[in-house]
């Protein structure tokens, strides 16, 4: 459980702030997910990084920017969002056999 | 196109009982198969995974699913089901690489004395 963590757990943030969620993974993977959870909609996949580049990016606003300096570390940085962005944020990494393996998430909630 | 359908949103069974969750996938390569489960606002924990062999796949926590090619299905089942079992699940498929998964839109279990 510990191999994949996510900080903040909770995030409380106003439409003009600026944050940004960070992904670790110890697990030694070469691909890291963001995904968005939102109450009664399907898990949305957000970006895919693999050796450090950006390989998708799914249709995602330009007020969420992900970084990836390294293999082992994803941020997910946050602007002017609306409240409609609130969610659970989940990361998750993976190995070239596709099993992802997600942390625990950060709960965003935008006033 | 590939899709993941979980056609159940919602289950209730009694603490002991038997569980079966269905899932159908469509999906142009050969699969491999996933099924995760997840708390209340927690991340998706790895149940278990088909890549190819055996049909029949053991996990954790007492759970096995079969891949039935034929009826393109990767159903979860437990034979006695806990109270701590009660949590949403999720199918998943994908493809060799690193190719980004599919998930169907979960179903949710709830567990009654």
């Known amino acids: 459980e510990t191999g994949v963590t996510q900080t903040p757990r909770h995030l409380v943030m106003g439409m003009t702030n600026k944050k940004s969620l960070k992904c670790e993974q110890h697990?030694?993977?070469?691909?890291m997910y963001w995904y968005k959870q939102s109450a009664k909609k399907p898990l949305e996949l957000m970006f895919v990084?693999?050796?450090?580049?950006?390989?998708e990016n799914n249709s995602v606003p330009s007020r969420f920017s992900p970084e990836c300096p390294n293999s082992s570390h994803l941020f997910l940085h946050l602007h002017t969002l609306q409240p409609e962005d609130s969610a659970l944020y989940l990361c998750?990494?993976?190995?070239?056999?596709?099993?992802?393996?997600f942390g625990p998430g950060t709960r965003l909630t935008v006033l | 196109a590939q899709s993941v359908t979980q056609p159940d949103i919602h289950i209730t069974v009694s603490e002991g009982a038997s569980l079966e969750l269905r899932c159908n996938y469509s999906?142009?390569?050969?699969?491999?198969l996933f099924w995760y489960v997840q708390s209340p606002g927690q991340g998706l924990q790895l149940l278990l995974k088909?890549?190819?062999?055996?049909?029949l796949v053991q996990g954790i926590k007492g759970f096995e699913a079969e891949f039935k090619r034929s009826q393109s299905s990767f159903n979860l089942r437990k034979p006695s089901v806990h109270w701590s079992d009660a949590a949403e699940y999720f199918c998943a498929v994908g493809a060799r690489g690193n190719t980004p998964l599919v998930f169907g839109k979960g179903t949710r279990l709830s567990v009654i004395a």
């Open positions: 990084y693999n050796f450090k580049e950006q390989t």
């Open positions: 998750a990494s993976s190995q070239t056999t596709d099993t992802q393996y």
């Open positions: 999906y142009g390569a050969t699969p491999y």
């Open positions: 697990l030694g993977h070469n691909a």
């Open positions: 088909y890549f190819s062999g055996d049909t």
